[in-house]
């Protein structure tokens, strides 16, 4: 059952990552902006309530809320990516990363640990996931590699190019972001395994909430939120948006729905079937808006998420069976 909910929760965020990313790159420029206008709506959670009604102790709803305020704290990170590259680099890169984070801190902080054949579908799902994201099928030339690394994290013998400096916050924000969504799956895992579901979902959802009404507390970015708002001009963009919004809460609950069920590392490392539903998302609208999505889908490169591909479906044969 999870991982049916799992998959159908990454074919809508496909669809929502691409939406996402013409949002940032067209409509809205700033990562704190995009986050509360994500964030202000998880207030409306609370009519989940009416299927089950239920009062956290003060010890389960500090936890709820730290879930929510990390949450937030996470799409700040991932939307700060998401606008510096293409949909197809960054949406792989913190997928492969997750579930890696996410085996280590479950094995750590909630001692769960994968079978033989389970931990090889991991492997195989992982190796599939970076193979999608490799934009250079050229990786194995080390020395490449090496010298290409060389100028965008700097040598100790000098500064940084500045040319490269835009690649390094790249990288900082997607390592920043994979970590702290790893963090986020582990803790709210253990809060579904003493915490009904929806109760916790909600609940941890104020947080989310109440770290939104503490971005407006900063006045640079308070100014930057009003100050879009009133640029706001044709409800067509706000329909769009909250269209996008509604399909991401669905997706949302039943990725959570799918983690209280299963094994967190699992069900993050099936988020190749994700990158195979956003590169077919791209392939599809590429030839119509090849300005919009700027995606790069060379013969070479388009082989090898073929590969990729093949090892994602192999993974998850490997844990159906």
Known sequence: MWLLVAVTSYFINAGVYVADKFLLSKKIHSSIIYAFFVGIWSVFNFVLLIFDPWLPTFHELT?????GGLFLLTLIF???ALHQSEATRVVPIVGALIPIFSFILSYIFLGQV?????FLAFIVLIIGGVLISIKHTRFYYMREVSEHFKKIFGNIFGPI????RPTRRLIFNSLTSALLFAAYYVLIKYIYTTQPFIGAFVWSRMGTFIGVLFILFVPDWRKMIFNYQKGVKTPKNMSFFLGIRLLAAVAFIMLNWAISLGNVALINSI?????IFLLL??????????KILEEELGGG???QKIIGTTLVVLGLYMLIT
Request: glycine residues 6%; positive net charge.
């Open 281 to 290: 998302i791209v392939v599809l609208l590429a030839r119509r808006f090849p």
């Open 63 to 67: 936890l709820d809320l730290l879930a």
């Open 301 to 303: 490169v388009l082989m």
């Open 78 to 80: 991932w939307y700060k």
């Open 271 to 275: 988020q190749g079937t994700q990158y």
């Open 161 to 164: 190019h500045a040319q490269y």
């Open 114 to 118: 994968l079978g033989e054949r389970q």
